[in-house]
C-alpha cells in the first residue's frame, strides 16, 4: 500500500519569507512518481512538478525549488520569497506501478501581506 | 483544447435521489480517473480506466458506479444519493508515458 504524509496542517508566512512544505512517503514499488500539485481558493488543480524515484537531482523552477530524498523517503517543496498570490492548500502526491495517485492530507499555505 | 471537462458544477441532491456526473477529455488520454475529495483532506480514488470497456475499483467505490464506452467520456454514477456523498468530485486523465494527471474543475455536490 501506499502512503504520502503531509504532516503541516496549516503554515502561516509573511510575504517575502522562505517557506518549506514537507512531505514523506511509503511506497513498496522501486519505480515510483512523486508530484505537487496546488489547489488555490477558485478550487482547481494545478500540476506544479513530477519527479521519478530514479532521478534524485534537485529542481529549481522560479521561486520554486524541490528536495527529493529518497534515504528518508521525502519530497520537500520550498517556496523562496513567498507571495500573497502563493496562498493555496498544496498536495504532495505518489504514483507506482498502478498508475494510480495517492495523495496526502495537504498543506494550507497562507502569505499575509 | 478544453482539457478535462465536468458537467454540473454544482448540484445539490435529495438522499435516496441518484444521478450522473459527467467527465469528458479532448486530449486522446486513454487513463481517467474519478476522485473525491472531503472539506479538509486529500483526494482519494473512486474508480478508474485505462482504456475504452475497462474499469476497475479504486480506494473508495462504494454507492458508485461508473462505464467507459468511449476514449472521451468516462461518467460516474450514484445511486441512491447519501450524506456521506456529500464532497467535490474531480475527474483526470492521462496518457501512456505521461505519469502526471491533468484534472478537471470538480463538481461540487450536496446531499440533504
Redesign the interface.
Known amino acids: 500500500a501506499q502512503k ?1 504524509t503531509q504532516a503541516q496542517t496549516e503554515i502561516s508566512v509573511v510575504e517575502k519569507e522562505d517557506v518549506t512544505l514537507d512531505c514523506v512517503y511509503e511506497t513498496r514499488d522501486t519505480t515510483y ?1 512523486l ?1 505537487w ?1 496546488k489547489q488555490p481558493p477558485s ?3 494545478v ?1 506544479l512538478i ?1 519527479r521519478n524515484s530514479f532521478d534524485e537531482q534537485n529542481e529549481i523552477s522560479g521561486r520554486y525549488s524541490w528536495n527529493f530524498q529518497k534515504s528518508t523517503s521525502s519530497f520537500n517543496f520550498t517556496i523562496t520569497a513567498s507571495q500573497v498570490v502563493d496562498s493555496a492548500v498544496y ?1 504532495c ?1 505518489l ?1 507506482g506501478s498502478a ?8 498543506t494550507q499555505l497562507t502569505v499575509l501581506p | 483544447n478544453a482539457g478535462v471537462t465536468q458537467t454540473p458544477k454544482f448540484r445539490i441532491l435529495k438522499i435516496g435521489q441518484s444521478m450522473t456526473l459527467q467527465c469528458t477529455q479532448d486530449m486522446n488520454h486513454n487513463y481517467m480517473y474519478w476522485y473525491r475529495q472531503d472539506p479538509g483532506m486529500g483526494l482519494k480514488l473512486i474508480y478508474y480506466s485505462v482504456g475504452a470497456g475497462i474499469t476497475d475499483k479504486g480506494e473508495v467505490p462504494n454507492g458508485y458506479n461508473v462505464s467507459r464506452s468511449t476514449t472521451e467520456d468516462f461518467p460516474l454514477r450514484l445511486e441512491l444519493a447519501a450524506p456521506s456523498q456529500t464532497s467535490v468530485y474531480f475527474c483526470a486523465s492521462t496518457r501512456t508515458g505521461v505519469y502526471e494527471q491533468f484534472f478537471g474543475p470538480g463538481t461540487r455536490l450536496t446531499v440533504l
Open positions: 504520502v512518481y508530484f500539485y478550487g482547481e488543480l500540476f513530477r498536495f502526491a504514483s498508475r494510480q495517485l495517492t495523495f496526502g492530507s495537504g
